[in-house]
């Protein structure tokens, strides 16, 4: 946890007062890259739910390179026409994974019983150039996805490029304007739904705190703030909303991040509270609980998870 | 100068008919520019589907300390 708050070690050692500190404008930190914006906020308040068994087995051959097999047993949603009843389906499947990581070079790919491959790469080609890909393929035509970016991180700024396989071109930038705020702007243009949007983002942190906000022109408004209570516990909270469709969402959460465990839960203004435990039994085997329950669709769904390696 | 003559509207005529063809060549230039790179998109993404799951193994395989191909395939 100490990685995510970018410690402004200069303040912390003097004895002196923040407000003596001069701010040297030339010298600004890096900023977080965009799509990771609303990432502490996202530790708490997005935490993957799951449902039925899941049993990962990871071995690992050699200090870059791992095999994983993942077995889920588990209803699937199946979107149906009314918004108050869900349709799920039990299906069972196993997964293939093998990973490789290298500090220039990391593989990773991921195939199930149906053929579907999800396929990760990241290669720093210079020490400020990165390529990173992501695709879902499967068999059936039409029906996979594939995602190219490219990021230049800059002395107090990041561009990044993204090329996407429906003729889906975006740009991100974001630059520190202070030690502690950064602003950033993103534009894309999709052809096959022949659209283009724009958005805004700001990020502001603190030792104890971070706010973030984001404007899109697709109509979405999203404001979280997460403040740290101690070196254990942070809060955060959450709130979206979408002016064309007047869908509005708020959420709070917290994360416990205690010797053996991990605790994160939510609860959301829709009705739906979650919860996800993680707690490590010994060295190498991780157990998993998740629970999600929405009242208002009375969805009720509990999940069950076992980490090998 | 006579015979210059027709030989020079057969020039402008080849000419011309040829203008016109070039322009229909570049237009289906770009028809088979699309269609090419369809064609290498589509054989890229089958190479990817089949291909990047031993790619990963491969390269792994490859690594230092190589593995023995024994800890690839047993279950412990």
Request: aromatic share 10%; charged share 20%; glycine share 8%.
């Amino acid at each position: 946890m100490a990685d995510i708050f970018p410690p402004l070690v200069t303040s912390q050692i003097d004895a002196k007062p923040k407000v003596d500190e001069k701010v040297d404008y030339s010298n600004l930190p890096c900023p977080v890259p965009y799509e990771e914006l609303h990432r502490e906020a996202s530790m708490s308040l997005k935490a993957d739910n799951f449902e039925g068994l899941r049993f990962d087995f990871g071995k690992g051959l050699n200090q870059k390179f791992s095999l994983t097999h993942s077995v889920m047993m588990g209803p699937t949603e199946v979107p149906s026409q009314s918004p108050d009843t869900t349709i799920k389906i039990p299906t069972a499947h196993y997964e293939f994974g093998a990973n490789y990581f290298d500090p220039k070079l990391m593989l990773s790919g991921k195939v199930m019983t149906d053929g579907r491959l999800n396929a990760r790469l990241k290669a720093d080609f210079t020490d400020k150039l990165i390529l990173k890909a992501n695709a879902q393929l499967t068999g059936e035509p039409h029906m996979s996805h594939s995602v190219f970016n490219f990021d230049y991180m800059g002395k107090d700024y990041r561009a990044q490029l993204q090329l996407g396989n429906s003729a889906l071109i975006g740009a991100t930038y974001i630059q520190s304007v202070t030690p502690r705020l950064s602003l950033g702007g993103e534009v894309f243009w999709a052809g096959v739904p022949r659209k283009s949007g724009l958005g805004y983002a700001a990020r502001y942190e603190t030792d104890q705190m971070v706010a973030s906000a984001q404007v899109a022109s697709t109509g979405l408004v999203a404001m979280n703030y997460v403040q740290k209570i101690s070196e254990k516990v942070s809060l955060a909270t959450d709130f979206m909303y979408n002016y064309f469709s007047r869908d509005v969402v708020a959420s709070v959460g917290y994360d416990y991040i205690l010797r053996q465990s991990r605790v994160r839960g939510k609860i959301d203004f829709n009705g739906v509270t979650s919860a996800l435990l993680e707690e490590r039994l010994s060295m190498g085997l991780n157990f998993l609980l998740s629970a999600e329950v929405d009242h208002k669709k009375k969805d009720y769904k509990f999940g069950l998870g076992l980490l090998v390696g | 100068m006579a015979a210059k003559g027709p030989l020079k509207l057969k020039a402008k005529g080849r000419k011309g008919s040829k203008g016109s063809s070039s322009s229909s060549t570049s237009s289906s230039k770009y028809e088979l520019f699309k269609d090419w790179t369809n064609w290498s998109l589509k054989k890229a993404k089958v190479a990817t589907h089949y291909g990047f799951i031993p790619l990963i193994i491969v390269v792994g395989m490859k690594s230092d300390p190589k593995p023995h191909l024994f800890q690839l395939l047993s279950p412990v």
